[in-house]
């Protein structure tokens, strides 16, 4: 009997495979690192075909735990967003590195259309801003500035997509399909519009053929070749990261929001059937689409949240493994007067500065590792504080937030959050909500529950509170060093 959901899980720094049973209970578990690339200041770069071979291992190990292919009986893909994949159509290898979401060499081409006027406009239409973050300005500077893209483009074998485009070409023989919560997130579609539009691709100089079709969030998307796990198995759900952790996290009604901190941080509040039109730098964005039609999220992202807590560990050595952060914020009763702005590749939300870099303000010697990891911690909630004001002032503010991602297991900042947000903060006992929330799709498109409600009604686990506890002095206090250092960088 095929009583599993396999989630393929594509981080920006991990490949994961998971399965689930119908209860939302995790079974199993394989997980490889992706190399990262840094070829120039400000670039990230992923080898597509490492995400590909190393995605290929996990699903099989993962299969051979559960007993087998024939255990399986659908399979998710969720992945890191905005992140583009340049392939041939004939030969189904890539034809040069993918742009990673955090890179930013294509800021130069968003300021030109910026100056020219464009962006009030593609906001309108796309609900996203002209900046480097997303995936079509990424797709103009490969077939700029790499000869094999711009070769197969010539030829009309150019295949553009975002990871999970890619993976479901190589899993499937063929299909080019993007489901509409990642295609939202290229600055192509139009959010009321049912496919890639013309005119936006003609704006930015990127070629329609290139393009996947845009589909649902759940059904019957494309089946998985008996080549790779041993038996056909269909594909039945896909979403982008962020969106997957919102449906995840049951944000299935209209005000409900989550905050999800992971590489990045990412908040989105439910907004039904109303396209999102925000006067304050936020995000319209699909949040899933069931039959053709769709449901809307507006977004505040934050670039570096967990990342910042990895280059703490990785290059300055003020911590070992990320989980020690929370022992050292608690040895001290404060962070010493030291303040981090995490702009290690420019600020995201609501301030959306490209040029904008890392500030560390108040050392002095009395500062040590504890001081340091309790700033990038307190960080998180300054960052978050940012995005509560402005969703507030777009008509969106937040009762409580749903918080997940594997920053958020840490308590201290749970509570820190509360503290500084005035907000109940809720988490669930089982924080990787992107992988549950992808593995709900699956089930809804498989019909192994009648819809995606009944989904997470059924999968949805146990639930944790934190509740506000600083003083307000205390509190304003750190917001007000906060911006001191927020205007330094």
């Not at 720094?13 to 490889?32: E, N, P, Y």
């Not at 796309?126 to 077939?143: A, Q």
């Not at 059937?273 to 964005?285: E, F, H, K, M, Y």
């Not at 909630?381 to 409580?400: I, K, N, V």
């Amino acid at each position: 009997m095929s009583e599993f959901i396999l989630v393929l899980d594509e981080g920006t720094t991990s490949t994961r495979a998971m399965s689930f049973d119908a209860a939302g209970k995790l079974h199993h578990v394989a997980q490889q690192e992706l190399t990262q690339h840094y070829p120039k200041s400000g670039w990230v770069e992923h080898d597509a075909a490492e995400i590909w071979d190393k995605t290929l291992a996990c699903a099989r190990e993962v299969a051979e735990k559960a007993g087998g292919a024939e255990h399986i009986a659908c399979i998710g893909i969720t992945n890191q967003r905005e992140t583009v994949v340049a392939w041939d159509k004939q030969t189904g290898e890539p034809l040069c590195r993918a742009i990673v979401w955090q890179d930013r060499r294509t800021e130069p081409f968003c300021a030109e259309l910026r100056q020219a006027g464009h962006e009030a406009e593609v906001q309108r239409r796309t609900g996203l801003l002209l900046d480097p973050y997303f995936s079509g300005t990424k797709m103009r500077w490969l077939l700029d500035n790499e000869p094999a893209v711009r070769a197969a483009a010539e030829k009309d074998t150019l295949a553009f997509g975002t990871i999970e485009s890619w993976l479901i070409y190589k899993l499937s023989g063929g299909a080019h399909v993007s489901d509409a919560s990642n295609a939202s997130r290229t600055l192509l579609l139009e959010l009321g519009g049912k496919s890639f539009d013309q005119g936006l691709c003609d704006l930015i100089g990127v070629p329609h053929a290139a393009l996947p079709e845009v589909v649902d969030n759940a059904g019957q998307l494309a089946v998985a070749k008996a080549d790779w796990l041993g038996r056909e198995i269909p594909i039945t759900g896909l979403a982008g990261d962020q969106q997957a952790a919102t449906i995840g996290q049951a944000c299935l009604s209209p005000g409900e929001t989550k905050a999800t901190y992971g590489t990045g941080a990412f908040v989105l509040t439910n907004k039904g059937a109303d396209i999102p039109i925000s006067n304050n730098r936020l995000l319209g964005t699909v949040l899933y689409q069931l039959d053709g039609a769709r449901t809307y999220a507006i977004e505040g992202s934050v670039f570096v949240a967990g990342s910042l807590v990895q280059w703490l560990r990785d290059s300055l050595g003020i911590v070992e493994v990320a989980a020690e952060t929370e022992a050292l914020a608690r040895s001290i009763p404060d962070s010493g007067g030291v303040t981090i702005v995490p702009a290690l590749s420019g600020l995201g939300a609501p301030h959306w500065r490209a040029d904008a870099r890392g500030v560390i303000k108040g050392l002095s010697f009395a500062s040590g590792k504890a001081e340091l990891a309790r700033a990038a911690l307190e960080a998180m909630a300054h960052q978050t504080h940012d995005l509560a004001d402005a969703f507030a002032a777009d008509g969106a503010p937040w009762g409580t937030l749903r918080i997940d991602g594997g920053m958020s297991a840490n308590d201290w900042m749970a509570q820190d959050l509360a503290d500084i947000l005035g907000l109940t903060v809720e988490r669930p006992g089982f924080v990787e909500t992107t992988a549950l929330g992808t593995a709900m799709l699956a089930a809804a498109g498989a019909e192994m529950h009648s819809d995606l409600s009944a989904a997470a009604q059924a999968m949805r686990g146990e639930l944790n509170s934190f509740t506000p506890q600083m003083a307000e002095d205390v509190r304003s206090e750190r917001l007000a060093r906060w911006r001191s250092a927020l205007s330094a960088a």
